[in-house]
């Protein structure tokens, strides 16, 4: 849907399955901004691409009134900051926990992801190393919700971390399955597990994230390329 008003000219850069994108579109969902999605090749990107995000040559990129803003959780927060009259608000009106707030999401840029990957890409002591450093990590989330008291890490509503983490909701629990391994588990995180279910069943959430089967033949099919034996000369 082509953005337009009082949003200005709004374009998405993307994939859908991406879960880079997935954030973005969430953010965008919660605060009501009409925007055209512009799906992209990834094997032959856009010159549009190439010349919105130079540096990286990556999706997703947010095009607001011909201006181009890159990567997720930067988008997320100009989303918040060009759109900051209207509600949900992402981030907290107050310094210190907009600060605390963004110091959660680059942990799990910097720490919940590589652990994940490693976990999916991972066979034997390697995969079970990665999976012991994903539960740890999620772990440390589940006591930053238990300490907000509240359904979310944003508070009673979505904010900032909540995104970060909800983005990776689908990617997180189809490797679970095709891995056969348990990061979000019930009984060691019950907040996080609740936290989980909440995010996913959100009305302007459901609609951004991407189609579950789909991603499971995808990473299936990953999956079974990482761990098949070389081909003999």
Request: proline residues 5%; glycine residues 6%; hydrophobic residues 45%.
């Amino acid at each position: 849907m082509e953005g337009c008003g009082e949003d200005g000219q709004v374009k998405l850069l993307g994939v859908a399955y991406s879960q880079f994108v997935v954030r973005v579109r969430i953010a965008l969902a919660l605060k009501g901004i009409h925007y055209e999605f512009i799906e992209e090749d990834i094997q032959n990107k856009s010159e549009l691409l190439l010349q919105s995000n130079p540096v990286h040559k990556k999706i997703p990129v947010l095009i607001h009134n011909g201006k181009p803003v890159c990567e997720s959780m930067i988008i997320v927060q100009y989303i918040e900051e060009a759109w900051d009259r209207k509600a949900p608000f992402l981030m907290p009106r107050d310094p210190y926990d907009r600060a605390i707030a963004r110091f959660w999401a680059a942990f799990i840029e910097d720490k919940v992801i590589p652990s994940i990957v490693g976990a999916f890409k991972g066979q034997g002591e390697e995969q079970q190393k990665a999976v012991e450093e994903s539960v740890a990590n999620l772990l440390l989330l589940e006591e930053v919700l238990r300490s907000t008291g509240k359904a979310y890490f944003g508070g009673d509503g979505i904010g900032l971390v909540d995104i970060a983490l909800g983005g990776l909701l689908v990617p997180i629990q189809t490797v679970e399955k095709v891995t056969n391994i348990v990061l979000i588990d019930a009984q060691k995180t019950p907040l996080l597990s609740a936290w989980a279910d909440q995010f996913c069943k959100a009305d302007k959430v459901k609609e951004a994230l991407p189609d579950r089967a789909e991603f499971f033949v995808r990473l299936s099919a990953r999956r079974a390329k990482l761990t098949s034996p070389p081909l003999a000369n």
